[in-house]
């Protein structure tokens, strides 16, 4: 039996599905193909694990830029990826003598991985595994037209209706896609978390002073999904209560969009308070998350939200205490379970209210982190989630 993964992103890519994927693929320890993009420096292989990058030539990557910026772009059909995702299903088919028990599992985002698994799927009988890390059609970070939705609907229909199985990474994300197809179809679905790898962590035993609090928030901002809860908390916290924010140094790591810093120009904070960094690699985010006293997730003021990112997984993985500015949905109800606070970043009383009780509760017992639930906690160590990835496969195949 062969795993033939299609992950677009794979490290030493630093995007957090190639990192989910490169996880899953070390702790399962079976015969497992990985075909992405990329080159091959650095590339770590093993009895189990063959790696194969393939990029369009140079040419046609200018070529589909081009194509994507001014025509496919406009449509979303369904991303950039699209011409790779079909080269990369024509040198599977080409390339790859199928045999009785492999299996195929694409990797989404990006969706076109699903698309490059549709076509494999209409030339052979493999059983077929789409992995969806994020909503397709009913993505709310994306805004389509008519015509492309109706383009993307189509694909997303067909892709579902073909797989053997679909893996969701939230109860609330499979929700939310599979409302409008037939109920028969939610029996091949199957909800399986991010994960986070407890041996990649480095913890310091050599704390802080007493007097001095680190709260930190890692992740891009983008969109709706903005620091501005956060700063607007702060800001009236500093005029309202300021005793509060006696040792607190919020410190922000990320891509963010200039016009969302122009919003924050008119909350005045002390010097130092607050500072902005840039985005760092995989393995500095986990060492910033051990040597903070609390971390911060922001999403985005939706109504209600399907999202469980990897960057809380990875929170969960450092043991430190998380305070959630998102609102009801994936990710507050783990944080809440968690034993960890959350609060809707639609309503600004409440942010601040919130985040007084964590400051003031993190002043009184700075080492808290034994909140973590470790029944909770496990569920998302790579060894049960790799462990739970193969019985999903194994149940696959026994269908056939």
Sequence with gaps: MTYLFISWAFPPMQYPRAIQVERLTNKMRVPTKVFCSGKGENIVESDTLSIFRLNRPTWKEVVNKVYYKLISKKQDIP?????????????????????????????????????????????????????????????????????????????????????????????????????????????????????????????????QSNDKYIIRCLGNFYGKRTPVPLIKAIHTIWNQNPEVLNGMKFEIYGVIEKSLMNKLDNLILPENMVNFFSPVDYQESLKLMVESDLLLVIDAPFEYSVFLPSKLIDYIGSRKPIFGITPPGASATLITELGGAVADPNFEDEVVKQLTHVLEKLRLNKTYDTYIYEKIRSIYDINHVASEFKQIIKGIQSQR
């Design 79 to 207: 991303d950039e990826q699209i011409s790779w995702a079909k080269m990369i299903a024509d040198y599977i088919l080409k390339n790859h003598e199928f045999k009785k028990n492999d299996v195929l599992v694409t990797f989404g985002q990006p969706m076109s991985d699903h698309i490059a698994g549709l076509f494999i799927k209409s030339k052979t009988s493999v059983p077929w595994v789409a992995h969806f890390s994020d909503p397709w059609v009913d993505n709310p970070f994306v805004t389509r037209n008519d015509k492309s939705l109706a383009l993307n609907k189509k694909m997303q229909h067909d892709v579902i209706y073909n797989a053997d199985g679909i893996i969701f990474t939230s109860k609330e994300t499979q929700k939310l896609v599979m409302r409008n197809y037939p109920k028969t179809w939610v029996s091949k679905c199957y909800v399986l978390p991010h994960a986070f790898d407890s041996s990649l962590y480095y913890h310091n035993d050599n704390h």
